[in-house]
């Protein structure tokens, strides 16, 4: 079975600082996809990045950054200078097949709060 | 813009009352998604419709039922019988059933019990 954990439910920052959430999942398939979203307090998730489980290159997008480690099974999420627009729940997910359609299954999200 | 419409943005509900959620979206997609979302919990799965006129359940359906008579609309009705319906409901939407590309999202409804 497919799980997710983000074991920090709430991070507190202060403008400025850099800030890792944790994400750390499970599964026995050998080809899956792994996404972050951001939940901002108006309720949509937007979706981030998405990464394959051939794909381990760490992709950095402006002050964002993601580090994939298959042998950890880890996939972190990094804010350089976090701004307070930053504040959200973050999720991450794994999708895979199962079932005979893409099954995703999502963690409990972090929230972030930045202080100004 | 293309993009998923929820309505209505909040929802109250009486005892043993149903009331329906709806879900629109404009992007041709053809897989829809309703997820529940409880604080300090993800998201998690009720029904998915991988084409119209078709539907599966997904992991607390208990309680819910849904429709896809049209590729762009795949309403969520809470029943009676979910006896704690009060949450934050997400549709969701993806072009096709399989493959990596992300899922899109509504904005959301939050529903209440009177």
């Known amino acids: 079975a497919q799980k997710v954990t983000q074991a920090q439910t709430e991070i507190s920052v202060v403008e400025k600082e850099d800030v890792t959430l944790d994400c750390v999942y499970e599964?026995?398939?050998?080809?899956?996809?792994l996404f972050w979203y951001k939940q901002p307090p108006s309720g949509e998730l937007v979706f981030l990045i998405r990464?394959?489980?051939?794909?381990?290159q760490n992709e950095i997008s402006g002050r964002y950054s993601w580090n994939f480690q298959k042998s950890t099974s880890s996939f972190n999420f990094t804010i350089t200078a976090s701004q307070v627009v930053d504040s959200a729940v973050y999720f991450c997910?794994?999708?895979?097949?199962?079932?005979?359609?893409?099954?995703?299954?999502f963690g409990t999200g972090t929230k972030l709060q930045v202080i100004p | 813009d293309g993009g998923i419409t929820q309505s209505p943005k909040y929802l109250f509900r009486k005892e043993g009352q149903n009331v329906t959620l709806s879900c629109e979206q404009n992007l041709n997609h053809d897989a829809m998604y309703w997820y529940r979302q409880d604080p300090g919990q993800g998201l998690r799965l009720i029904y998915y419709s991988q084409i119209v006129n078709d539907f599966q359940k997904g992991d607390i359906a208990e309680g819910y039922s849904v429709s896809r008579e049209k590729k762009e609309s795949f309403p969520l009705t809470v029943t009676s019988a979910q006896k704690n319906p009060t949450a934050f409901y997400l549709c969701a939407s993806r072009d096709r059933p399989q493959g990596n590309q992300p899922q899109h999202f509504g904005d959301g409804t939050r529903l209440s019990i009177l």
């Open positions: 599964t026995r398939d050998t080809t899956y996809y």
């Open positions: 990464r394959n489980s051939f794909d381990e």
């Open positions: 997910a794994l999708s895979e097949i199962s079932g005979g359609y893409q099954k995703v299954t």
